[in-house]
């Protein structure tokens, strides 16, 4: 076979579609977030308007200082896994935190979010005898990923639907029976109805396992997610979330039972084989957890951001999609479309909005996700709506977008 050929001709089709992704070289500036370089053939200042740094907390002073203090303390790296490097107290005192925060027993930490569903999943369906992984068709790659590598039956229900959730926990009988989903899908922002599925889960004796990773740090009187907003947590088997969103660093979790936590970090080969966070890493989420459970300041500026975003898209007659999270999808409804208001963006308006493209949504439903955050001023809203006002005066994006 000739692979060069093989690949090439993948990637020209990517690019014929609209669906090729390139990245944007950008360099994070400490203190000035939503601010950033640029780096081209010179270096430019943009501002950023689809960071999952949801509230800053990656500049924070005190969040910087405790991850420098712990480099000079400790070094940079971990040793290796947590077996073979220590379990250093910097880790121990994260998961404290992290229990603490959803009211759970135990955590137990992972290198990123997408690991810590791919292993915690993978191992709940391979390790239960029998047991049936039914999964919202709307989960994230990372919990397909897992529920696939568990080789569990798998059963797909319909989208935030917990009728549809309960019919078919009925037809599965009586089978262990574990229930995956999200509490924030990130591409179109909409909130699970949580207290019905947990009820439902409930009533068929399922385990319930959500992802949070949208919504830590977010939501909630300590930024527990949508389970502590709604007073649900205790009721959850499984709370999983990240610490590289709006906790501002890297590294995802689980939170549940001892012994349930226990089980994971006994079997998960997603665990036992890999290189643990820097312990500077984990003083720095630590120290970001601690300050979010104290200060609703960043989450209410946040929140007022998003609400004057919406307001002026809505006078500008912008079209972007209803929900009640922080998360706002502008539609466009065309990949070379999407991607051209993007570029167009950054060059003339020194404007970052990435575009999203299939395969992270569905052919069709392309569109801007806009991230508003506590940082962002009146006039970098002013100024990101008078960028989309003036591209959509224009009568070819006008017409992707009708």
Same mark, same amino acid.
């Given at each position: ?11 020209? !089709? ?15 500036? #400490? ?8 780096? /081209? ?8 308007? #689809? ?113 549809? =959730? ?22 179109? /922002?909409?909130?699970?109805? *949580? ?5 439902? #889960? ?7 396992? *959500? ?19 709604? +007073? ?15 906790? &501002?660093?890297? /590294?995802?979790?689980?939170? &549940? ?12 080969? +997603?665990? *036992? ?6 312990? !500077? ?46 998360? @706002? ?11 051209? *208001?993007?570029? @167009? ?18 052919? +069709? ?13 009146? !006039? ?10 003036? =591209? ?11």
């Amino acid at each position: 076979m000739d692979f060069a050929s093989h690949f090439q001709s993948q990637l020209d !089709a990517l690019k014929a579609e609209g669906n090729y992704r390139t990245f944007a070289d950008l360099e994070r500036r #400490c203190g000035a977030f939503p601010r950033a370089n640029r780096h /081209g053939d010179t270096v430019e200042e943009v501002t950023v308007w #689809c960071s999952n740094d949801y509230l800053g907390m990656g500049q924070h002073p005190e969040v910087v200082a405790s991850m420098i203090e712990t480099v000079r303390a400790c070094g940079t790296g971990a040793g290796g896994t947590r077996n073979i490097g220590g379990n250093s107290v910097q880790h121990r005192a994260l998961e404290a935190e992290l229990a603490d925060l959803h009211g759970k027993e135990a955590a137990l930490l992972f290198t990123s979010g997408y690991v810590s569903n791919w292993a915690a999943l993978s191992t709940l369906g391979a390790r239960i005898p029998n047991a049936v992984i039914l999964s919202d068709e709307k989960n994230h790659a990372s919990m397909i990923e897992g529920v696939r590598h568990s080789r569990a039956d798998k059963v797909i229900w319909k989208h935030n639907d917990w009728r549809d =959730l309960d019919r078919k926990l009925n037809a599965v009988g009586d089978r262990p029976k574990i229930v995956a989903f999200e509490s924030v899908y990130s591409m179109d /922002g909409d909130i699970a109805p *949580i207290r019905e599925i947990v009820e439902v #889960c409930e009533a068929h004796g399922a385990l319930s396992y *959500i992802d949070e990773v949208h919504a830590v740090g977010m939501y909630g009187d300590h930024g527990g997610g949508v389970s502590e907003r709604e +007073g649900l947590a205790h009721r959850i088997d499984v709370i999983e979330g990240t610490l590289g969103k709006a906790f &501002g660093c890297v /590294g995802g979790y689980i939170t &549940g039972t001892a012994a349930l936590v226990d089980f994971v970090r006994s079997f998960a080969s +997603g665990f *036992i084989f890999t290189t643990a966070l820097p312990p !500077a890493v984990a003083a720095a989420a630590t120290t970001s957890i601690r300050h979010l459970k104290v200060s609703g300041e960043e989450r209410a500026r946040q929140k007022a951001n998003v609400a004057k975003v919406r307001a002026r898209l809505d006078r500008a007659g912008i079209p972007h999609m209803a929900n009640e999270s922080h998360i @706002i999808p502008v539609m466009i409804g065309d990949p070379v479309k999407c991607r051209m *208001i993007s570029d @167009i963006l950054m060059a003339d308006w020194g404007i970052y909005v990435q575009p999203i493209n299939y395969p992270t949504v569905p052919k +069709g439903t392309e569109r801007l996700r806009i991230t508003p955050g506590p940082h962002h001023t009146d !006039a970098d809203i002013d100024h990101l709506i008078a960028a989309l006002t003036a =591209l959509w005066s224009r009568c070819a994006i006008s017409h992707a977008v009708a």
